[in-house]
């Protein structure tokens, strides 16, 4: 399913095994991969229920980037709200940083969101405290910061939140 969430040529698509082939070169630099993980781990993480929505951010054709929308007792961690999604391992491939890739999949989420799970209307996230350039983000494409904390295993976490 493609979502019709386009801006330009960049796009967000729900991930499907055809894509998997483009995701093994895939790369993150290893200062990066101490917050995310490598899009075809998380696929593949059996810890990751089967009901979460794996997102490509696409450029023409080619996956640049990597987020899932997880439900279920990871989404409640972070928000009493049962209609509530947690973004996890968000990233763009090295290859396509400093493009503008993130922000434009991030102002595509939204409607992205509305298509394809309906009966989302917020979507959360943990940000290290210490990945500033992530955060800075976030606040820039909507996400609110009211505040919250949560000590995760890899330190204190800003809890944002993105409200349809």
Not at 34 to 45: A, E, R
Not at 62 to 84: C, M, Q
Not at 144 to 157: I, S, T
Request: net charge negative; charged share 25%.
């Amino acid at each position: 399913m493609e979502s019709n969430a386009k801006n330009q040529t960049v796009s967000l698509i729900e991930y499907k095994d055809t894509y998997e082939h483009l995701l093994s070169g895939y790369h993150l630099p290893e200062e990066q991969q101490t917050f995310t993980s490598l899009p075809l781990q998380k696929i593949h993480n059996p810890e990751v229920s089967e009901t979460s929505t794996h997102v490509l951010i696409m450029e023409g054709d080619r996956p640049v980037g990597y987020f899932a929308l997880e439900d279920g007792e990871k989404a409640r961690r972070y928000s009493d709200n049962p209609k509530a999604r947690v973004l996890t391992s968000f990233s763009i491939d090295s290859n396509f940083q400093g493009r503008g890739m993130a922000k434009e999949g991030l102002k595509l989420l939204p409607s992205f969101v509305e298509a394809y799970i309906p009966d989302t209307d917020e979507i959360v996230l943990a940000v290290n405290k210490r990945n500033m350039a992530a955060i800075g983000l976030y606040l820039k494409t909507g996400f609110v910061d009211e505040d919250e904390v949560y000590e995760g295993r890899k330190g204190p976490q800003h809890v944002l939140h993105l409200y349809m």
